[in-house]
């Protein structure tokens, strides 16, 4: 694999079509600031994101795994005014510095950040009948991701497009002997999708800025 070249080529898509203006440039300087992983999405992605809340008209938006709300303040500019986004982050530390990138950004209204565990939000949102979520972007730990999956399907509703994050992990998803638990979480989670009668789903692998991945892009039927 060719990196440099994959970086290279994602920096000329990226100031072509996804070009960072100062908002998301502080947001990502944020993260070096608060001595936090620089672990977002990249603008592509970011931008990739956008396309499909367009494509399926998403106003509601679930999000496990904020960060720094990179990608939320990128999906947050593609759904319209009325929209809403819930993101979810269990460390206090990073919701901190995410609440303040989304007030800087103007979005203090239309993004609800939570609080706490993906698992415990994703059950309280069930329990507490919270509307159906228009789209679902799963991008946490990896280890429940099928355990997330399947509770967000109970979010959802026929045509909610749910997008996972990190699904390949650098081809490690190929060795079955594997002692990773982000990659044997990924694996079961693979497997789940594959064999999931209520969605239709692919896996696109991704290559770019960040090392070579894939997201996993499923809509339930
Ligand atoms: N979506 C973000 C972006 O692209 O800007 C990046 C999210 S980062 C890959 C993953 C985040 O999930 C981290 O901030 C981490 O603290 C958070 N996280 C990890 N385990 C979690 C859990 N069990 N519940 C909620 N958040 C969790």
Known sequence: MNQQLFEKVDEYISNLLAPEDII?????QSLDDASMPQISVTPTQGKFLQLMLLTSKAKRILELGTLGAYSTIWMARAIPSDGKIITVEFDPHHAHIASQNIAKAGFSEKIDLRIGKAMDILKELISNGEDAFDFIFIDADKPPYAEYFELALQLSHPGTLIICDNVIREGKVLDENTNDERVKGVQRFNKMLANNPKVTATIMQTVGAKE??????????
Not at 24 to 28: A, F, P, V, Y
Not at 212 to 221: E, F, K, P, Q, S
Request: proline letters at 0%.
């Open 24 to 28: 998301l440039q502080e947001t990502i």
């Open 212 to 221: 070579y991945d894939g997201m996993a892009i499923a809509i339930v039927n």
